[in-house]
């Protein structure tokens, strides 16, 4: 059972543009969500990471919205730029430094 | 830097092999965990640790072992390689003191099994 569901399975985005990736979780009890990023040959990296207490944050061109009621977070990457193209995974995990739970990932590139 | 450390980039073993895939990081982290990464999939955990000789199964230990005798090592091994266990293997690790969530990965190790 998929207990983080992430979507789109790729994007494809215009330099400047918005990249928008959704994920929506079932486990209430989940304390933490990160996003991390993978480019090729590497493995993922942390990018940003939100609490249930706040419903923003922002790090430079990289946003987190999160919706505790609907269960649903979302990262958007503003002025989308071609270093930007790799594999975004959203993640949950329900104590400190407990196991994560991925979604299945989203392939974005950004297109020059 | 936090540096975590897998033994190969790529592996080619044959069906029925035991293989073992070696991870080591080097900031005295408490916490390191074993994903593989299948397209479409996303990371699934297979095992973790939170100490020395300490070992908990993941979503997906089916067809795994894991090994930490020393806290900056940790292996994964199958017992019996399989096709279906052809994938990416990604090791991480976290400090586990409360202080911080995040995990560092390693490179990753990609597994053929033929």
């Known amino acids: 059972q998929q207990q983080v569901k992430q979507s789109p399975q790729s994007l494809i985005v215009q330099k400047g543009g918005i990249s928008i990736i959704n994920c929506a979780y079932e486990n209430t009890a989940f304390d933490y969500f990160p996003w991390y990023q993978q480019f090729p040959g590497k493995g993922p990296a942390l990018l940003i990471a939100i609490r249930p207490d706040v419903s923003e944050k922002k790090e430079g061109r990289f946003t987190i919205s999160f919706n505790k009621s609907a269960k649903q977070f979302s990262l958007h990457i503003m002025d989308s730029q071609p270093g930007d193209s790799a594999t975004y995974f959203c993640?949950?995990?329900?104590?400190?430094?407990?196991?994560?739970?991925f979604g299945q990932g989203t392939e974005l590139s950004v297109k020059p | 830097d936090v540096k975590v450390t897998q033994s190969s980039r790529y592996l080619v073993k044959r069906t029925g092999e035991k293989v073992f895939l070696e991870c080591v990081q080097d900031m005295d982290h408490e916490n390191m965990f074993w994903y593989r990464q299948d397209p479409g999939l996303g990371l699934r955990l297979i095992y973790f640790s939170y100490d020395v000789k300490m070992k908990e199964k993941g979503d997906i230990p089916e067809g795994y072992s894991v090994s930490r005798e020393k806290k900056e090592r940790f292996s994964l091994i199958l017992e019996s390689a399989s096709t279906n266990q052809t994938s990416m293997y990604l090791c991480?690790?976290?400090?586990?003191?409360?202080?911080?969530?995040?995990?560092?990965f390693g490179p990753g190790t990609r597994l053929t099994v033929t």
């Open positions: 993640a949950a995990s329900k104590y400190q430094g407990g196991k994560l739970i």
């Open positions: 991480a690790s976290s400090l586990g003191d409360g202080s911080s969530y995040e995990q560092y």
